[in-house]
């Protein structure tokens, strides 16, 4: 459901965009054909020598480049990530550090005032980690987000159940997630059964 909200909100955006590259082309083949294509008007410009058909192709590709950057900016500039999107993204990011067993992917998903009942603080964290590494416990590891519930209050988003699964067995993982100068970060972390 959730998914058919973002593509909702970023409907309006891909039909304008659509809009300014249609009246754009218009634009375009107005003055082209106007200034260019027409054999009266060509005549006009050879007429007055060189410098006034390079100034019209000059000002031609102008217009060109910067209705590719309008074009542009406005199909990518107002498509702003929703914070359930930004959190996803983080989350992407700590679930690829634990399943690939890359401490550096998935410590910077970990904000410096991380703590949990586990682990008081970042660097604790990181031992208990490497220790699961180094013995085994995540080898062949996966990370299911099927039942996940992402509650986001004041800057702080809840996610639960992270299921994360590997040969040692399967643990449900509550994740707090706090909006730290505009990037999301886990800073709580709760395993059931430990």
Known sequence: MNSLVIESTR??????????????????????????LNNREQKKCVTHGRNTMKKIVLLNGLVMVLFAALVTGCATGGSG?????????QLDQWSQGLIEQDMDKFLATISENFTARQAPDKETLAGFIEQAIEAGYLDEAEVSLEDAQFTIVDGVCSVYPVDLMSI????????????EDGKWLVTGMDVDGL
């Open 11 to 36: 409907f309006p955006m891909m039909f304008y965009g659509h809009c300014f590259f249609s009246a754009g082309i218009y634009w375009y083949s107005i003055f082209s054909n106007r200034y260019i």
């Open 81 to 89: 990530l929703s914070d359930e999107e930004m959190v996803r993204l």
């Open 168 to 179: 040692a067995g399967s643990v449900a993982v509550e994740l707090t997630f706090t909006k």
